[in-house]
């Protein structure tokens, strides 16, 4: 059959060596402070004779950049965090010809250098920047013949400044020290920039891999929902939570401060991000460059500020919302609304726990958000869940051990139940499974095994012994049996490789994972099962509805065991956000859909508010208000209520297997490499009618309630279940 490739463009891109050769040179400015939040302008007049039809340009920086090509924005925000594994970066790759003609044209780029180490990044410890654009006869290359300065404008805001888990700093412009248009450029230089004696490649910039995600997509200006006025404040209404630049319009002295301030300026005491601007005197525009997010945007305008026009950027990761979701249940279809946002405003440089108190890729979040990405988005979604796992095994430590988040460098420490979620079934193997991308199998299998084989450490039960050295978290709440939890979880991951073996042909390291499962299997069972639940040994606490559930889940426990695992995990709930997508998820391998319905019901309230378009950290309305993992009802109603599941690689053959519980009708569509997989399902008493269109290229094996298959073509079929 012929190979579907991916997200061709991107993941293609990412596979190339780092090291085509450069012929740029890194560029900063001699007298650039060096400092956090520095900012630097570059410029380049170049004549043309003529345009060539295509002209790529590579371009990176520490830490991000803005390119305009004769007054034209043609990158907003470009660059990405560092970095792919410790000390590198990356580069972006834009064809610039669009932009160009013939005669004298002149690019401009403006860098923000963080300078701050953070939970998503690692600075260089150097501001600077470099361009090549090679082809059809051009060369522009940054060196010494650029002109370059500090952008004095930009400063750091005054206030409390943002909490050590953020890289970026709260950013305030002062327009009277700078030419707002500058880059359109001018007879007059800026001063010429900095060859640096550092070739690429090399320390402290490192490596330069291609940018493996698409650049963000430019939503343009738009209105404000509502904006209203109370005191000196412009209350501004965003139509979602949504990641944004401010824009406004004044009328102003000089010397005068509007502070640019977001109802996500805070999460409890952890400070995020706010800006300020400092007014140049008479009518001005200004955009605040560095994104914020929120519900609502906040203008605090001084007296003798008079505020014509107030709008907003927004920006994002470049995906649609083409996976969906719609049943007979206005609950469940307001929490899809709402978790596909908060999936959105989740993603940009890595998979964030949330865009405001920290920005940070922690690993368990991802798995919770790559699989809702898979139901929910498009595929060029699926390269930032890539691009997250590769890092992860990157950034392994020389014993082999894998610290969560990454990219990082003020934060060392191993959360070992979230990471071997990770490498395991429900991380590494649903993103190939899902994605059908193989290319990614032997990218981390090396980082993957020697973390399962010398990292951890089995005992004589061969059961894996707890590795206490970085942070023993398994979920939030209390009554957590943590080393019940560790044993399917580890099984979980030798799962995941002996998948990954199979495909690799390395026979011995599947029989090998084949008999430690088997082996720990035979332990779990024989030394944490009680008769009534799983326990571990010595525990006195109650029995914990989490352990339970991933015992089924994970394949541990057997149906045998099945009565006595649901009146514990009936009675008993403890299971906290991140845990419930596993709670959930047990009800429907047990053949409980109805329980699972009821426990979905249940929760969708704790974690979504009327006032808010995106879910919360945690239940009852605690913690941030956009958090992803949350979301996990996404993946239930597409893969259980609606029954759509890959069975093999890139949903190329798919079950459709549902299990309504009390719905009576349900619409769900998926995308895939293939196209998109659609269902509908209209219940009459125990009859189910079922529309299902099958992408070309692909096989549907549908299921029925009397558990009796057929295998369905390309095409759109109408059957009774």
Known sequence: MKRIIIIAALLLAALQLSGAEWQAKWISRAYASGMGNTWLAFQKKVDLKSVPAELPARIAADSKYWLWINGEMVVFEGGLKRGPAPGDGYYDTVDIAPWLHPGENVISILVWYFGRNGFSHMSSGMAAMLFEARGGGVEILSDATWDACEHFAYGTASGKAPNYRLSESSVRYDARRFNPNWFKGGPKKMGSAFELTIEPGKAPFGR?????????????????????????????????????????ELDAPAGKTVRLVTDHDAVGKEKCLHGEYITCAGPQTYEHLPWLNGEYMYYIVPEGVTVKKVQFRETGYDTAFSG???????????????????????????????????????????????????????????????????????????????????????????????????????????????????????????????????????????????????????????????????????????????????????????????????????????????????????????????????????????????????????????????????????????????????????????????????????RNHNGTSNHAWSGHGIIHMSQRLAGIEPLKPGFREFAVRPQMASLKHIECGVETAYGMIEVVLDRKGKRVNAAISVPAGTTAVVTDSRNRQQRLSAGTHRIVL
């Open 324 to 618: 969906y979701f719609r049943c007979d249940d206005p609950l469940l279809n307001e929490f899809w609304q709402k978790a596909q946002r908060t999936l959105y405003i989740c993603m940009r440089d890595t998979w964030m726990d949330c865009p405001d108190r920290e920005r940070a890729q922690w690993i368990g979040d991802e798995v919770h958000e790559q699989t809702e990405a898979f139901y929910a988005l498009s595929p060029s979604s699926w390269a930032l869940a890539r691009k997250g796992f590769v890092e992860f095994a990157n950034w392994a430590a020389p014993d082999g051990g894998l610290y969560a988040p990454v990219p990082c460098s003020n934060w060392y420490r191993e959360l070992a139940q979230q990471s071997l979620a990770a490498v395991g079934w429900f991380g590494f193997r649903d993103y190939w499974f899902y994605s059908g991308d193989d290319s990614f199998i032997p990218e981390v299998y090396p980082a993957l095994n020697k973390y399962l084989h010398k990292t951890w450490k089995v005992d004589d039960d061969d059961l894996p012994v707890e590795r206490t050295n970085g942070w023993n978290w398994a979920d939030a709440g209390s009554d957590i049996d943590r080393v019940a939890l560790l044993h399917p979880w580890y099984y979980l991951a030798l799962k995941g490789e002996q998948a990954f073996g199979g495909e690799l042909g390395k026979i011995d390291d599947v029989g090998a994972d084949e008999g430690m499962m088997d082996r720990l299997k035979q332990s779990y069972n024989r030394l944490y099962w009680t008769g009534s639940c799983y326990k571990t040994p010595g525990y006195d606490g109650p029995a914990d509805d989490r352990v339970q559930a991933l015992a089924v889940v994970s394949g541990l426990a057997g149906p045998d065991k099945y009565p006595a695992i649901l009146k514990v995990m009936d009675e008993r709930r403890e299971a906290q956000t991140y845990f419930m997508r596993y709670i959930i998820d047990a009800y429907f391998v047990m053949g409980r859909p109805d329980k699972a319905l009821e426990r979905l019901r249940e929760y969708i309230p704790q974690v979504m508010k009327d006032d808010y378009s995106t879910l919360w950290e945690h």
């Open 208 to 248: 330069l891999l291609p940018r493996p995600i698409p650049l963000w997509k430019d939503y343009g200006m738009q209105d404000y929902k509502e904006v209203r006025r109370s005191g000196d404040t412009l209350i501004c209404h965003l139509p979602y939570n949504a990641q944004f630049s401010p824009w406004m």
